[in-house]
């Protein structure tokens, strides 16, 4: 796909660039070409400095396909988007034992050597971070038989902290092409624009101009972004409990944007399976024939479990070359392997990982163009004529069908290596999946093979009903944990000055146990088989729950913590405490000083919010108002606390409460005896 027409570089009305705006976005974009004699190369790599010795050489290998695409005519030109995830030099390695987004990481600032050459380090990784960069890479082969080999290619590179794929498919869509047409003024062009833009608001519409013209993407929410980005945003309490969103255009979790329809088309009915297998966190090996292919249905998996937080190590295109293809390919017969969810195109790993035991093969052979898809699908035969229903039946017949049932039984017999000699689309796997194929949303998909432009608007509405009903299936699965995250509020008449009960605590033993009396509700029975009480044992036990559990928690601990301080601000305390025994008023006034204390150390650590000063001021005048009813006596042994006299000292005060005698306090001794 050319540039769009309407952005044009003009050098006299370029911003310049501003490196702290572009890490909110940017970590750096590279140009990368692939030299016959010295393999990859970095040519480019602006800002420079941005990368390490390791993570240049990580980059390079992964910005490029495995093998040259032999679908071209001579002298032509073969573009192609993929994006790939590797994990930084420093974090930590691969363990089977091990799940990511855990907790908040450090931020790293490596910096580049000057010399470019591309050697591995042999440096020890002992650090316990877990950071991900994802690379997004416009890919050109340029077929031209007077070249040496009959061609060369190079790929432009975007490099983020963020899974962002909805804003830089299109900004490489425009940069890629600019590229190759002015070279590296584009790289200084786009970043000088990209760090204007406005700080990313997860979950929200947001517009990016880029020279004249300008992106209108929805970035993923909160919810879905794990904490080990490097930066952290608010979670709404909309996101806390699993309900189903008013909203449906808003995206509820990460990839929204990829074409599920079209790369499982030829595997619909084991979306299901697919699904469950993401949910308990098993490992998972997609093979297509190219890398827009794999990175396509690695990300649509992912998108697949929305609105969890997945916590499964995904790598949409992943090599031989990644330091810890090493550890996945010595792990023995019977081993465990991590949970991992490898794309990949080289029919290697067929053999070196012959041990997976979930292999998934999608996509299909490039067809002979040099049109850069927007998304990449797979083709399994067109309907002539008007768009029909792609329903259950035609798929039913297809599966059970004498010649296909005879297929499925040699493609079980033959595994995944049978791909070695011809690609087909097709699972193995001796996973028992809990949940049934809905054949009401089946039959709802339309199949139309009339041109491209109507193909791709069908796949948006097709990609809009399966992402609707997995939205709707994994909600409904979560629901049984929603009590964990309710909150409460004061009740009418209590004080809001005391601690805020303790969220119900969590036993799995004691969940399951309930939820198999109780039932996991409607939608979820209507859709299982009788043993779904083991897909929530399974789900307990694997990689996803607990990030996601105590993510849940912590964001429904702080919203609890918001209304009962929002319920002190309105509180009237001389209403309060006229009901208050004395040792309730002595309660009380613990209390308020110590929300006062911890108002101040918000504001000196530089974390408290906009509504602090406020919040201080009118615990102080509650705190005047508890000390001014308080006996004599106690008055003068709670100011033997410096602390607490320069929190009471201010303007005298009078309060008069019924049945209480009039009171005046103002600066006392505290010299003064008892």
Not at 64 to 83: E, G, K, L, Y
Not at 199 to 210: A, D, Q, R
Not at 312 to 336: K, M
Request: with cysteine; net charge positive; hydrophobic share 35%.
């Amino acid at each position: 796909m050319s540039r769009s027409p309407s952005f044009s570089v003009k050098s006299e009305l370029s911003p310049k660039l501003d490196p702290e705006s572009l890490q909110q976005w940017v970590v750096a974009f590279c140009i990368i070409r692939f030299d016959l004699e010295q393999g990859q190369l970095i040519e480019e790599c602006y800002p420079p400095g941005c990368l390490t010795q390791d993570e240049e050489l990580e980059v390079a290998f992964s910005s490029f396909p495995d093998s040259v695409s032999q679908h071209q005519n001579r002298s032509s030109i073969h573009d192609c988007i993929f994006f790939f995830r590797f994990r930084r030099r420093g974090s930590s390695q691969i363990d089977a034992s091990s799940t990511e987004m855990t907790e908040i990481d450090k931020k790293l600032t490596p910096k580049s050597p000057d010399v470019k050459v591309l050697r591995r380090s042999k440096s020890n990784n002992d650090s316990k971070d877990s950071r991900y960069m994802y690379g997004y890479v416009f890919n050109r082969q340029r077929h031209d038989e007077r070249l040496k080999r009959g061609g060369e290619q190079k790929s432009v590179v975007i490099l983020s902290h963020s899974p962002y794929s909805s804003v830089f498919r299109p900004l490489l869509q425009i940069m890629g092409p600019l590229y190759f047409d002015i070279g590296r003024k584009a790289l200084e062009h786009i970043a000088a624009y990209v760090s204007m833009w406005p700080s990313p608001v997860p979950g929200k519409l947001m517009e990016l101009p880029i020279g004249n013209a300008a992106l209108k993407v929805n970035l993923p929410p909160a919810h879905s972004l794990p904490s080990e980005n490097g930066m952290l945003f608010e979670e709404s309490a909309s996101s806390m409990a699993p309900f189903l969103p008013n909203n449906q255009s808003v995206p509820q979790g990460l990839f929204h944007d990829s074409d599920l329809f079209g790369i499982f088309r030829g595997l619909l009915l084991q979306l299901w399976v697919l699904w469950e297998l993401l949910l308990i966190g098993e490992p998972m090996l997609i093979i297509a024939p190219t890398p827009p292919q794999c990175s396509e249905a690695v990300a649509g998996l992912v998108s697949l479990v929305a609105p969890l937080l997945c916590s499964v190590d995904f790598r949409p295109y992943f090599t031989i070359h990644d330091p810890e293809f090493a550890h996945l390919n010595s792990l023995q017969e019977g081993g465990t392997f991590p949970p991992m969810i490898l794309g990949v195109t080289n029919l290697f790993f067929l053999k070196s990982l012959r041990n997976m035991p979930h292999v998934i093969s999608v996509g299909s052979p490039a067809p002979n163009t040099n049109r850069l898809p927007l998304a990449t699908r797979s083709s399994t035969g067109r309907i002539s004529g008007r768009p029909e229903g792609f329903g259950f039946q035609q798929l039913s017949l297809k599966k059970f069908s004498p010649s296909n049932l005879l297929n499925a039984v040699k493609l079980r017999r033959d595994g995944p290596l049978c791909l070695m000699t011809e690609h087909k689309e097709a699972i193995w796997s001796t996973y028992s999946a809990t949940t049934k194929p809905d054949t009401s949303i089946l039959n709802r998909l339309i199949d139309a093979g009339m041109s491209p432009r109507v193909e791709e608007s069908m796949s948006v509405v097709n990609n809009e009903i399966l992402r609707r009903h997995f939205l709707e299936l994994t909600t409904n699965f979560l629901a049984p944990f929603g009590p964990y995250f309710r909150t409460r509020t004061p009740s009418e008449g209590s004080s809001p000055f005391v601690d805020p009960p303790r969220l119900i605590p969590f036993n799995a033993d004691e969940f399951l146990g309930s939820l198999s009396a109780r039932g996991p509700g409607k939608f979820v029975s209507k859709r299982m088989r009788s043993n779904w009480l083991d897909l929530y044992r399974r789900f307990l036990e694997g990689p996803n729950f607990t990030p996601w559990f105590q993510r849940r928690r912590a964001v429904a601990e702080q919203e609890q913590h918001r209304l009962w301080r929002q319920a002190r601000m309105k509180t009237d305390i001389q209403q309060l405490i006229s009901k208050m025994s004395e040792l309730e008023i002595v309660d009380s006034f613990n209390a308020i000083e110590r929300h006062i204390l911890e108002e101040i150390q918000l504001d000196q650590s530089g974390r408290a919010s906009t509504d602090s000063g406020a919040t201080c001021q009118k615990l102080k005048g509650d705190l005047q108002a508890v000390f001014n009813v308080l006996p004599k006596d106690m008055q003068q042994l709670l100011l033997f606390n410096p602390q607490r006299a320069a929190l009471l000292k201010g303007a005298p005060e009078h309060t008069k409460l019924p049945g209480r005698p009039l009171i005046q306090v103002g600066v006392v001794s505290t010299t003064s005896p008892r």
